[in-house]
């Protein structure tokens, strides 16, 4: 029963780190690298259930039970393995020669250890129980376990090979899978010769803290830069909306308000009219005498002299209004306030 222990504390770790992982999400918000990374979690779950079931079965010498969670137990090894070598290649984006011969590893082991187990329903090659329910390996276990071996040293010296050429984010994740290769090959050795103990279990559980510490922090840091990148661009396009809105507002000649923009202040005084907001304004309508003149005698550039006086004249006696040009020569202005009473 004390084979459990390591099993049991690995599931609530797993649990605890991996919360958010597992929780149901939407394939159409979730990238494929997220989905593969969700899978391998949910295979190493799977074997570190078995594994604590293992202990259980075995203190209970349920010979039955024991030999089909035995089953189980390799099983969600072999697809565990085999989820891992497709989340790497997702993950470092690795499309080249060593990237195919991973994930054609990960096949070949996968499919070598489930042939194994259904000649053992026949011929224990991989393993099997005496009488006295006591657990014996096969030679087929130990191949098993050579190959996941050679994979992961492999798999570990290329990744850190790579790390050392490399800078930033994708430096990071390099190292990170080469050093989970690294436990996995020390403790899957270990497995290999100790095979009552759970040590294939403890690096799973090392593997997987490693990996949320700097996957799922880095993700998360990304994430908020892209948020952060993402506000500066829509703070950006408010100043030029806004700059766009005072130029569509402006009047060129004069540099007061406009038509358009005196209609939208009409419409939002209405509103505030409506919910008794404002009950005390005035409307002053204004006309320049003397423009067709001017412009037929002086010419229009004087004729946009005059105007200009004008409208300095204007806003300079309704200082604390808003002052519109709806063309020509006829202004409005919107009295509230000072300039009101």
């Not at 999400?25 to 949910?42: A, G, I, P, T």
């Not at 030679?139 to 996941?148: F, K, S």
Request: hydrophobic share 45%; charged share 20%.
């Amino acid at each position: 029963m004390t084979y459990s222990i390591i099993g049991l504390l690995a599931i609530a770790i797993h649990l605890i780190l991996n919360y958010e992982v597992f929780r149901p999400q939407n394939k159409k918000d979730s990238s494929e690298v997220k989905r593969s990374f969700r899978y391998f979690m949910l295979a190493v779950f799977a074997y570190y259930v078995t594994d604590a079931l293992w202990g259980v079965f075995n203190g209970l010498q349920a010979v039955k039970l024991l030999y089909a969670d035995t089953v189980a137990y390799y099983v969600a090894m072999a697809s565990s393995v085999l989820l891992w070598t497709r989340y790497v290649i997702l993950y470092l984006e690795e499309k080249s020669v060593f990237g195919t011969f991973l994930i054609h590893a990960g096949r070949a082991i996968f499919w070598f250890q489930i042939a194994g187990l259904i000649v053992n329903l026949f011929w224990p090659v991989y393993f099997t129980f005496d009488e006295a329910g006591a657990y014996h390996a096969g030679g087929i276990r130990y191949v098993a376990l050579i190959l996941q071996i050679l994979m992961f040293l492999l798999t570990s010296a290329q990744t850190l090979y790579i790390a050392g050429k490399t800078t930033g984010t994708k430096k990071r994740r390099f190292q990170t899978v080469g050093f989970f290769g690294i436990l996995m090959t020390v403790t899957t050795t270990a497995q290999y010769f100790y095979p009552l103990l759970p040590l294939y279990a403890l690096g799973y559980l090392l593997g997987c803290c490693l990996i949320h510490k700097f996957v799922v922090e880095d993700e998360r840091k990304e994430y908020l830069q892209k948020l952060e990148e993402l506000l500066q661009i829509q703070q950006q396009q408010e100043v030029e909306i806004g700059s766009a809105k005072q130029l569509a507002y402006k009047d060129p000649l004069t540099g007061v308000k406009n038509k358009r923009a005196c209609e939208d202040y009409e419409a939002e005084l209405d509103a505030k009219i409506k919910e008794g907001l404002i009950r005390d304004f005035a409307v002053v309508s204004l006309d320049v005498n003397g423009l067709k003149m001017t412009n037929d005698t002086y010419g229009h550039k004087a004729g946009d002299e005059l105007l200009i006086s004008a409208c300095r004249i204007i806003c300079r006696h309704f200082s604390h209004s808003p002052v519109f040009r709806f063309g020509g020569a006829e202004f409005e202005v919107i009295l509230q306030g000072q300039d009101y009473e």
